[in-house]
């Protein structure tokens, strides 16, 4: 059977048998393609299926399941045969998953694992899991200073390191203080007489066990590295991060910072969007929006005000909503780049003054820009418009131009601002909202647009 036909006969099967069958190709496949098959048939059906696989194969396929449908394969198996599979789980999945079994749970589990898995799982259980001991792994190998190549190579088959995890090779003393690493490369390329402590590299790059994830895979990703070392506070090797790990810290964190922009509270656990329930949605929106919706009254209170001058000047009010989206459009960008910046180190809170002087040189460059096309727009939309006769078209057009003008540099210098200005109170700057931004630019534009158009025509 083709590949390709498999998703489809994983949905439209008539007999497990069926599934069984093609058990020779899943074999074949990437894991990850074969979880992803898996997925699409029930959780009494995945464990038949597993069952044609080796146990290793089967924590593996399991370690690519999202954390829900981990937890849904548990409750569907007993206990003894969910041990196997968890078992054979990398040890940094194993202990992302444990947490999440109750008590009882977890006390029924722990019997049927080996006294190696038992005391790792609750070794890497104890840290938090926003620190680099709560992502660690222990999946790594370890040779002594004293020890020659040959030595060392044969300790590594002993240990056994996963294909992902070998390129590094730590060196410890006899109390597991690290005292540096040798590459593979280095162990092959070395004669086998060699002391280790001939080819060992002092100088490395290392995070301790109670360090911000977030500082982990930044440190991957600055020095381009395979994996980083953890220690404790005694200085010895408790375990690595891979930077598969750091990725998806990264693209976690990203999504974090991404839904606290856009106004959306996020979920201390990660649920895919389908598997989230409405209500979840509502209640992860609500805040922001109910909270803006109330504060956006002064806007119309604000119009209200001028709600003659918009009888009289019908033309303001057909170029009210481009001011504001404008406005909203520039205070947003202004607001994603300063984010951006600060979450990858580039810029801090101490930076404003340049901060704030930059965008100010920007946002001018954008309101000349901006100001011409709208004097253009006005003029070119509404020269069969109705105005008052003691005014003339071009001079509407010019005041509503320098009204969008001012409202692209203010809207801007806001936008860029509040970020800072939370991140100096000792907050994350991504909770300076995108919709918080454009009601705030919103008010501040009508009162913008109906000042200078107040002080054109003495309204």
Known sequence: MMTSQLPKLFR?????DQLIAVTPELKKMPVIEVSELLLLIDEHQQLRILSCFSPKQQGAIVSDFPIQSQMALFHASKTRRFALIFENMPSENRADLFPHFEPQE????LPFLSKTVREDVIQLSAYPPETAGGIMSTDFATVQQNMTCAQAME???SD???KRTVYYIYVVNDNQTMQGFITLKDLIMAEPSVKVSEVVHREFIFVYAEEDRESVAQKIEKYDLVALPV???DHQLAGIVTHDEALEIIRAEQTEDMEKFMGIMPDKDELDYMATSSWKHFKKRAVWIITLAALGILSGLIIHGYESTLENFIILALYM???????GNSGSQAATVVVRAMALGQISAKDWLKILWKEAKISLLLAICLGVLAFAKVLFLSWET???ALYSLSRIAFAIALALSIQVITATIIGAGLPILVKRLGGD???AASPAITTIVDITGLLIYFGVTTMFFAL
């Open 12 to 16: 439209e099967f008539r007999h497990i």
């Open 106 to 109: 977890q006390t029924a589990i």
């Open 155 to 157: 300790k590594v088959r």
């Open 160 to 162: 056994a390191p996963s």
């Open 231 to 233: 220690l404790n506070a």
């Open 321 to 327: 909503p481009m001011v504001a989206d404008t406005g």
């Open 386 to 388: 109705p105005i008052p």
């Open 429 to 431: 700057p991504a909770v």
